[in-house]
């Protein structure tokens, strides 16, 4: 099994900056992809940055330019830099992981359990 452990919410002022972690462990051959998802009060769970296994990353519109995702491969760990928060980022982050658990299996997709980002003054 594999198991997804993030860390870092909590509470910041507008303007502030958070940095949220996900480490995967368990059974892993590897890692492919890597991503944030965030779900606000009302809403639908939204896609917010994603790495490839190459280190490619693509963003939502509403975050380019203020949030980074990154990722060590040593540590099975990714990461969610948070720049110039907003109250509109509020929510539940998730980061999701696509493992492979041996060699040549197929890839599956695990969720972390969520942690919560408050963005208010």
């Known amino acids: 099994q594999v198991q997804l452990v993030e860390s870092g919410g909590g509470l910041v002022q507008p303007g502030g900056s958070l940095r949220l972690s996900c480490a995967a462990s368990?059974?892993?051959?590897?890692?492919?992809?890597l991503a944030w998802y965030r779900q606000a009060p009302g809403n639908e769970r939204e896609l917010v940055a994603a790495i490839t296994s190459g280190g490619g990353a693509n963003y939502a519109d509403s975050v380019k330019g203020r949030f980074t995702i990154s990722r060590d491969n040593a540590k099975n760990t990714v990461y969610l830099q948070m720049n110039s928060l907003k109250p509109e980022d509020t929510g539940v982050y998730y980061c999701?992981?696509?493992?492979?658990?041996?060699?040549?299996?197929?890839?599956?997709?695990?969720w972390g359990q969520g942690t919560q980002v408050t963005v208010s003054s």
């Open positions: 999701n992981v696509e493992v492979q658990r041996y060699y040549r299996s197929r890839l599956y997709a695990y």
């Open positions: 368990g059974t892993i051959y590897s890692i492919n992809a």
